[in-house]
């Protein structure tokens, strides 16, 4: 009886191995089939994006000329700005002054004694410039991401 059960028990087990080895087989194939759908799509898509990135191209850069004209019309009211605008405009007037000056020195033959205009950065710029630059990293990163994930969807299951 103990060897009729060990038969059985082996037959079972073969019939087993063999089930599973048709089924690891038919997932192996399944595997590369979605690889090599998934490597179409991607080739797909590299297609779409070489004949397609002129025209996304254009599109963005006229949104960052529409985007920098409501930046600058903007901020031209803004009375912070009106403010640095006549700060810097002094630094500007103060050159009109000097060079005045020094005509009228030069004309009368005199010696020049009026000293030269500097004109310096004014840091607080820096400062705002900065902070622009890192929410701009910040939008492009959330861009990028997003060109990632649309690429991804699509290489995975063709949506768009």
Same mark, same amino acid.
């Given at each position: 009886?103990?060897?009729?059960? %060990? !038969?059985?028990?082996?037959?079972? &087990? ?5 089930? %599973?080895?048709? #089924? @690891? ?5 399944? =595997?590369?089939? %979605?690889?090599? @759908? ?7 898509? *590299? ?7 002129? &025209?996304?191209?254009? &599109? ?5 000329? &529409? ?15 009106? *403010?640095? =605008? ?11 002054? %000097? ?5 009228? !020195? ?9 000293? @030269? ?16 630059? !890192? ?10 991401? @997003? #060109?990632?994930?649309?690429?991804? *969807? ?7």
């Amino acid at each position: 009886m103990t060897d009729a059960k %060990l !038969q059985k028990a082996r037959a079972a &087990a073969e019939k087993a191995a063999q089930e %599973l080895a048709a #089924l @690891e087989a038919a997932e192996a194939d399944k =595997a590369a089939t %979605l690889a090599a @759908e998934r490597d179409a799509r991607e080739i797909e898509y *590299a297609h779409r994006v070489k004949e397609t990135w002129r &025209a996304e191209e254009e &599109a963005n850069s006229e949104a960052e000329k &529409a985007a920098r004209a409501r930046f600058y019309e903007l901020v031209s009211n803004e009375p912070w700005f009106v *403010a640095f =605008a006549e700060y810097r405009a002094h630094r500007f007037k103060r050159g009109h002054i %000097l060079t005045a000056a020094q005509d009228a !020195q030069n004309r009368l033959g005199e010696t020049a004694t009026i000293p @030269e205009n500097r004109i310096y950065d004014a840091t607080i710029m820096d400062d705002v410039i900065n902070a622009a630059e !890192q929410r701009a990293n910040e939008i492009a990163a959330d861009f990028a991401d @997003e #060109l990632e994930a649309k690429r991804e *969807a699509y290489v995975s299951g063709g949506n768009e």
